[in-house]
């Protein structure tokens, strides 16, 4: 399972590794099947990639901070800085596709 991380442990878990971080809301329909998506992506990756998820409901200054509008958006970091933003629904092939060409 994903771990959900909050403002006080973000910068501490968002480490040196190559981090997707998933913005989402419980509401958010196409942010549960993208939460799906990542469950299988983050068995398939787990010795290359770390995966995080932020309710910007409940870590509001995250969500101003990656100027967060709409979810469910996807921030890919390395070595803790943000290196490409993902926004909305993507199929499971185009989210590894685009995870593997950061590896």
């Given at each position: ?26 509401l958010?329909?196409p942010?549960?099947?993208l ?43 390395e070595n ?9 629904f993507?199929?499971k ?11």
């Open positions: 399972m994903i771990k959900q991380v909050y403002s006080l442990e973000f910068k501490e878990e968002v480490g040196n590794e190559l981090t997707v971080v998933d913005f989402f809301t419980d958010c329909s942010c549960q099947m939460s799906a998506i990542l469950e299988e992506l983050e068995s398939e990756m787990q010795e290359k990639v770390k995966f995080l998820k932020v309710d910007i409901n409940k870590s509001v200054d995250l969500a101003n901070k990656f100027k967060i509008n709409s979810v469910p958006t996807l921030i890919i970091f803790g800085q943000p290196i490409d933003t993902l926004i909305g993507l199929h092939e185009k989210l590894k596709e685009k995870i593997e060409s950061y590896l």
